[in-house]
């Protein structure tokens, strides 16, 4: 790995302002003509969406034009009080647990039980959003930041959905979502020169749930970045409040032990609370946040995200309460078994398996 830094410091300082060409061909498995069938634009939406298949043209980030208002943002208009709950149930190791039924799950809406009403679950595409911090503050990261991103392609297969965002003062979209798997490749081979030293995290996170809200299937946000924020418009407490009500589960893989191994400096107060942001923000969005502290975790961390999202179950229910206060809703799943005890999972040689589950804590309900 050490001759591959070298190569890619050495390479790096050759060819500074060159631009870099993509191998030809396609990976996506479809025949040039063919449409992909991926999630669809709303009629209002023209940013982060699938697009057809063209001719490769080059890559220019647009520049988002629009404010961020907080009051704006998942506002939720709909004529059914149905709520939708992605969950998924993991092993210790993070694996996860399949063929569970709808009589498995138990949800409570402020603690009063819950009737399932729908019910899916089975291996399914994923539409993934990489936003990838990008500033101008160390090169280490930049080069990690990278290093990350690229191996996530290991683990993107033909039907996927795969979008690239980068961020410093503001969130870029460097590629639309896309099933061939070079045109992300050329996407992250953009991102040479940083410019701006501000890594404004929660307003990138707020920027991209809101451009994905209205994307249908498996979908997530895969964050590489420090953690830290340092002029975001959103404060803490908003972005929370954002990713409780967004739907859309985050899996921020940081890469601040993976420099405190290198260069150990004790944990400072700024590191402590981008590994708490981090965390929550994972937390109430229904993820989880991972910490590598080498190389060698990537290729596992990734491929456990791949499975979860793959294999996660979809429960729905109408609330008992119809009450459209706007207000949070809190959320509880248990595992049952038939009788309504709690459900015990054993492996194939009859050991019991520990389990734990992985959702969103809540939810707002629509303001009347």
């Known amino acids: 790995m050490g001759g591959q830094r070298t190569k890619f410091w050495l390479t790096l300082l050759l060819v500074t302002g060159c631009t870099l060409a993509l191998p030809p061909g396609k990976y996506s498995g479809q025949s040039p003509d063919q449409e992909p069938t991926g999630p669809k634009p709303s009629v209002d939406e023209t940013v982060i969406v699938p697009k057809k298949k063209s001719e490769p043209t080059p890559v220019k980030p647009p520049e988002p034009t629009e404010k961020i208002n907080l009051k704006d943002i998942y506002s939720i208009s709909t004529s059914t009080n149905l709520v939708n709950l992605d969950v998924m149930v993991v092993d210790k190791d993070g694996n996860p647990i399949p063929s569970l039924t709808s009589k498995n799950f138990k949800v409570y809406d402020d603690g009063v039980p819950q009737t399932v009403t729908n019910f899916g679950t089975g291996e399914a595409p994923m539409t993934i959003c990489l936003l990838i911090e990008f500033a101008n503050r160390n090169w280490t990261h930049l080069y990690l930041a990278l290093q990350d991103a690229y191996q996530f392609l290991q683990f993107m297969q033909a039907e996927d959905w795969v979008a690239v965002v980068d961020f410093d003062m503001k969130p870029h979209i460097l590629q639309d979502f896309t099933q061939d798997r070079y045109e992300v490749k050329g996407a992250l081979d953009t991102l040479r020169i940083p410019g701006f ?84 923000i994972a937390k109430y969005s229904g993820g989880k946040a991972y910490f590598p502290r080498f190389e060698g975790e990537l290729p596992e961390i990734y491929r456990q995200v791949a499975g979860q999202l793959r294999t996660e179950y979809s429960v729905g229910f109408v609330p008992t309460n119809p009450t459209k206060d706007g207000k949070f809703h809190k959320l509880k799943v248990d595992l049952v078994d038939d009788q309504g005890n709690p459900l015990r999972i054993v492996n194939q040689k009859g050991k019991e398996v520990k389990y734990k589950l992985l959702a969103r804590d809540g939810y707002y309900a629509p303001k009347s």
């Open 197 to 280: 030293s501000e890594i404004n995290l929660y307003d990138a996170v707020a920027y991209t749930l809101d451009r994905m809200k209205d994307i249908q299937g498996r979908k997530a946000i895969v964050p590489i970045v420090t953690g830290i924020d340092t002029f975001s418009k959103l404060n803490y407490d908003q972005i929370l409040k954002i990713v409780k009500n967004g739907g859309i589960p985050i899996y921020p893989v940081s890469i601040l032990d993976f420099l405190a191994v290198r260069s150990p400096r004790g944990d400072s107060i700024s590191v402590l609370q981008a590994r708490n942001s981090l965390d929550y």
